[in-house]
Structures are given as structure tokens and as C-alpha cells.
């Protein structure tokens, strides 16, 4: 069978579709509702596909711009302030009174190296789905290479210094359940 019969596109690439998806939403139905879409759109614009790429980064392209569309329309449905990030663990975590690291960094050696492991991917998602809703979303859209003044619009941030401050620290959260979950139990 070709890679192009669409009747087979659920079996062989709705898994990865969902879970990229539900990596990036964190809801089974909204997942589902995004394959949906996907295969759905990948089936009315077969012929533009000029078969460049495999059937299966084609369908992972679609499904980026669907879940733009949704993170576009979930932003303008609610907007946070700047003020609601901030996190008294988090700074603890990281700076003394003096703006110093406070703890001991945990030397990542060559994180590249756990991009190939499975296990790395499983612990990274659910380090990713602890962060609060919307640092996942910036994470996520940041991580498909959205651009600042996009995902300003797309998450209704007033300007790119709010986006900034909100990305550094998923980061930092992200960083201090990957050091915890993955890196100490790595060396």
C-alpha cells in the first residue's frame, strides 16, 4: 500500500499525531479533536501534497497550524497577568538575596544525548504537562518555532518583555523536574 492511501493514515500515524498533540494541549478530547482536523485536512488537500517529504512530517505540519489555530483561540478566550506567574518556590529555587544561584547546578553533561532516548521523551512530557497551562503553551509554541510577535498574539500577552519573563521561567520550572526526574537519575 502506498503511503499516500489516506484510509491508512490513522493506523500509521495517529498515534504520533496524538501524541504530539497532547503534548502541546494536555486534553485527551482537545488531542483527539486535533487528529481529527488533521487527517480531515490532509484528506481534502491530498492533492496538494508534492510528496517532498513523507506523508508523516506532512501531517505533523498540519497539525502545528491546527494547533495554532487553536492556542489563537483559546489566547483570546483568556489573558493572565504577569503579576500571576511569579512563584516563591521558583526564586527560592534559584537566586539567593544577592542574585546568586543559590543550589548547586546539576551538570547536564551533553543533554543532546538524551534526545535519542524514549524514556528522556516520557519524563520531559510530564515535566512539561506540571508547568501551568499557559507556560506549556509558550513552551510548546516556542518549541515549534513560533515566532515572539505570534505568540505574543496567539496568547494575548501585551508585549514581548511578558513573554520573556513567562518563557524563562517554564524554563526554569522545566529545569528543576528534569534535574530532579531525569538528570539524578541518569548519573
Not at 488537500?45 to 491546527?66: G, M, P
Not at 512530557?125 to 510548546?140: G, I, N, V
Not at 496568547?155 to 513567562?166: E, G, R, S
Amino acid at each position: 500500500m502506498s503511503s499516500l492511501d489516506a484510509s491508512k493514515w490513522l493506523a500509521d500515524y495517529g498515534d504520533t499525531l496524538y501524541r504530539y498533540a497532547f503534548a502541546r494541549v494536555r486534553s485527551e478530547t482537545i488531542a483527539e479533536d486535533l487528529v481529527q482536523e488533521t487527517l480531515l485536512a490532509g484528506l481534502q488537500n491530498l492533492e496538494r501534497f508534492n510528496q517532498q517529504a513523507a506523508v508523516s512530517t506532512w501531517l505533523v505540519a498540519i497539525l502545528k497550524n491546527k494547533l495554532l489555530d487553536h492556542w489563537r483561540k483559546v489566547g483570546h478566550e483568556h489573558t493572565f497577568s504577569i503579576d500571576s506567574l511569579w512563584d516563591e518556590d521558583l526564586m527560592h529555587y534559584q537566586f539567593d538575596q544577592n542574585g546568586h544561584w543559590q543550589v548547586e547546578l546539576i551538570d547536564w553533561g551533553t543533554p543532546e544525548s538524551n534526545f535519542d532516548q524514549h524514556e528522556f521523551w516520557e519524563i520531559f512530557t510530564q515535566c512539561q504537562s506540571r508547568l501551568p497551562k499557559h507556560m506549556a503553551e509558550l513552551l510548546s509554541l516556542r518549541m515549534d518555532g513560533v515566532s515572539t510577535e505570534e505568540c505574543c498574539e496567539i496568547l494575548a500577552l501585551k508585549n514581548a518583555n511578558q513573554l520573556w519573563v513567562t518563557l524563562s521561567r517554564a524554563r526554569m520550572k522545566l529545569r528543576q523536574c528534569l534535574d530532579t526526574h531525569w538528570f539524578t537519575q541518569a548519573t
